[in-house]
C-alpha cells in the first residue's frame, strides 16, 4: 500500500498572502486527515515565506497520522524537528533562496554529514528520509548514511510523462527502486506528482511506501474540492 502525505505548504503560502488566519492551516490539517489523507507534510523554509517555524510546533497536536517534516538540516531546522519528534524528517539539501526543491543529495559527497544529523534524529525515535535523484550510485550511497527511508526527486518523471515519454519517463525510478528493494531501504516519493501522473508512477514502482504531494493537490482542488481530490488520490494509489 502507498500512503498519502498531503503537503499543506500552498494553505500557509495562501494565508500568509494577506496576513490573516484565512484558510486557517490548522483546520486544513484536520479536514485532509478526516477525509483520508494518510499524512500531513510540511517543509518550513528558513524565510518562513510558507510555513511558519510556529506552525510546524501547533500542527504537532492536531496530526494523528503521520508528521512528515522536510528541510535542510540547518541547525535551526534540526532543532525544530528534535523539539517536535515527527513521525518522519525528510532531509532536502535546497539552497536557502531556493524557489522549491531542485535536487537530491550527494549522499557519497556529504556522507559524514548526513551519518551524523541521521543518527540524531534517529536516537530521538524520528524515522529519516533523505531526497535523492534517481540515479543507483546515490540509493545505494543512501544506505550508507543509515537512513530509513530514500525520497525519490519525481519531478523529471513528472515532465517526461506529460511531454509523453511513456516507460522512458519512470524506468530511472523503477531501476532505483529494485536497487532499493534489495538493500532493504524504504521507498517515498514527491516533487510534481499529481492526479496526472501518480497511477503511472505507482504501478511502475515496486514497493512505493508513501508520496508525498502539495502544488497539484491544493491547485486540483480549486476546481473539485480538496475532499474529492483527496479521495481521488487514494483511489489510485490503491
Ligand atoms: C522536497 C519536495 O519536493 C517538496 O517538499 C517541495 O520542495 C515543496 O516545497 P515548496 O512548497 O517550498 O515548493
Ligand atoms: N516531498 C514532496 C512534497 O512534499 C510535495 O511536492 P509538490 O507536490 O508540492 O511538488
Redesign the pocket.
Known sequence: MTKLSV?I??IATLRNSRGGNVPDLIQVAKDVQRFGGQGI?I?P?PDER?IKYQDALDLKSVVHTEYNI?GNPIAKFVDLVLKIKPTQV?L?P?AEDAI??NAGWDTIKHKAFLQEVISEFKANGIRTSI?VDAVPAMIEGAKQTGTDRI?L?TEDFAKDYAAGKGDASVKPYRDCAIVANAIDLGINA??DLSLDNIKYFKENIPGLLEV?I??ALICESIYMGLDNVVNMYLNKLK
Open positions: 503537503n505548504n500552498k507534510t517543509h523554509r510558507h522536510e525528510t532536502v535546497d522549491t526543491s531526497f525520497e526527486y514527491g516533487h508525498s502539495g502544488h
